[in-house]
């Protein structure tokens, strides 16, 4: 399928390993240019696999998300975001502090809305696409609960992604989410351990995790003119786990 994303910039946050490593790949094997973005240093070598440039930042500093669009300004304005930092900091509700929800609130959640505003001159004046990583627990909670700051803050990306998808429509610009269950990556692996693995494993129809290639593949449909008409959307990819 031709996507039409050549030479189109795409700005990819929380670059540096898992879903957002594999969705540069992915954009540069179709011809984008990438600005990859992240905390780690180790983002530098993802952006010289796919030819593209890093910024090794952190998005929740103050002013990182002006930082980030000045630079794709300089590089030409992005056609692209794809939203994709998050953290995960699980505890039950009432031994979760104030610093974790806040810390995870606002990567997920505030991180992505000051992308969003930073970069929305130029996303619009490019017919451009935004694509916010939201999560089987957008719509439901975690199969064994425990992460009440993650669960509001990927609910809150479905709502964020469907106002800004409204006031996108007019201006040029589309907004959508996808919907990971569970993606085999270092995230993963921090927060559940080989046993809760395997019972989550138990609850997936088609009995595997997603590989990041997936998520990235469906990141690239979101991001192109063959996706014209889906707005607002918060697209489900994960094995059957959860069907709505
Ligand atoms: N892995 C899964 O099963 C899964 C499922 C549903 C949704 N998601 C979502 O997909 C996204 C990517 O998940 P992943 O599994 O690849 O995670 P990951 O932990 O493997 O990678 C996240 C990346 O974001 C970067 N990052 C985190 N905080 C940052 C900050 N303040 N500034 C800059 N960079 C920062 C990290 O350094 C890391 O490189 C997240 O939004 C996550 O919530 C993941």
């Known amino acids: 399928m031709e996507l039409g994303l050549e030479g189109k910039l795409t ?9 957002g490593a594999a969705v540069a790949r992915g954009f540069a094997t179709e011809g984008a240019k990438v600005l990859a973005v992240d905390l780690s240093e180790d983002v530098a070598d993802v952006a010289k696999e796919v030819g593209g440039e890093s910024l090794v930042i952190d998005l929740a500093s103050p002013g990182a998300a002006e930082k980030i669009a000045s630079v794709s300004g300089e590089l030409g304005g992005a056609d692209v975001l794809i939203n994709n930092a998050g953290i995960s900091r699980p505890a039950p509700l009432c031994d979760t502090t104030d610093e974790q929800w806040e810390a995870v609130v606002d990567v997920n959640l505030g991180v992505a809305f000051r992308m969003i505003r930073a970069l929305w001159s130029q996303l619009c004046s490019h017919d451009g696409a935004v694509v916010n990583l939201a999560s089987f627990a957008s719509k439901r909670s975690t199969l064994f609960g425990n992460n009440s700051s993650y669960v ?30 569970v993606v085999d990556t270092d995230m993963i692996k921090s927060v559940h351990d080989a046993d809760t693995r395997a019972k989550i494993m138990g609850f997936i ?33 994960n094995g059957g786990l959860c069907m709505d």
């Not at 700005?11 to 879903?19: L, Q």
């Open 11 to 19: 700005v990819v946050t929380g670059a540096a390993r898992g879903i």
């Open 152 to 181: 509001a803050a990927k609910h809150g990306i479905a709502g964020l992604t469907r106002a800004a998808a409204f006031e996108g429509a007019s201006q040029g610009l589309r907004v959508n989410a996808i919907a990971p269950g």
């Open 205 to 237: 129809p088609q009995s595997r995790f997603a590989d990041p290639s997936e998520i990235a593949d469906l990141a690239l449909f979101l991001a192109s003119r063959r996706s014209a008409h889906i707005c607002g959307e918060v697209v489900n990819i």
